[in-house]
């Protein structure tokens, strides 16, 4: 799996010669379904977007993938067809309303769920075509595979989502012991994000619970991205097949996304619109 990785990293960041940035890399994962994480892998790329990026998300779900669902968007081909040498990358890859380009998984096709040798071997190569972008976000199936952990490794940086629930934070404590034990991969980044908070403090709580344990028992360094508020906007968007940075973007989940991305560019995040930004017009005004 370690070749395979660096295969698959090497691949991916590269752009052609004529362009200096490099791609990066941001692969989504967690211990256990049903906390959020295809929907914050979704809604980050089009926070990210919203920077001027060009962004490609991939649902490398390969058997249960749902990007699409939360889209709106049913495609027309997706990875089973790229695997399956039937379609290339640049057939399969689709353009969306929401200024990201989105590669759909292979929902419903649990027989490629684990890829052999050879079929690995040529996904990794087609990955190729998608080195244009300026961030590539992987959305991984739940749990722990060989094709998960090879996304992790391969990343710039890995997001462990997780809630406050007790089995979800044990289960991402699960997932990083395993990243941990499994990768070898120095530069690699583990980020954590608490989806459906109450509170800025509860969030603080879950993370610095995983955190401390982490760097104990595995002597690894977590660091805690930041978190996304519990908001009914985001059940109202999944049943209206939109994301909820489209329905809301000023709603708590959209600004929670939001500061994310700020984390991750290291960039200060510059609310647009409210009373913040009504009062420092109006004192930037009277001072003048």
Known sequence: MADQAETLREIMKNKPAESRAKTRIITIASGKGGVGKT??????????????????????????????????????????????????????????????????????????????????DAFVNDLSELSVADVIIIDTSAGVSDNVLSFVAAADEAIIVTTPEPTAITDAYGIIKIIATEIDNLSLSLKLVVNRVSSVTEGKRVAERVINIAGQFLNLKVDYLGYVYEDPIVHQAVLRQKPFMAVDPRSKASISVQHIVSRLEKIEFQETGGIGNFLKKLLGRSSG
Request: glycine share 8%; no cysteine; aromatic share 6%.
């Open 39 to 120: 929907n914050i892998s979704t809604n980050l790329a089009i926070a990210y977007a919203r920077l001027g990026k060009r962004v490609i998300l991939m649902d490398a779900d390969l058997g249960l993938a749902n990007v699409n669902v939360i889209l709106g968007i049913i495609p027309k081909y997706n990875l089973y067809h790229l695997i399956r040498r039937q379609k290339t990358m640049s057939e399969i890859i689709m353009d969306t309303n929401y200024g990201i380009q989105i590669v759909a998984g292979a929902s419903g096709f649990s027989k490629i769920a684990n890829l052999t040798h050879d079929e690995r």
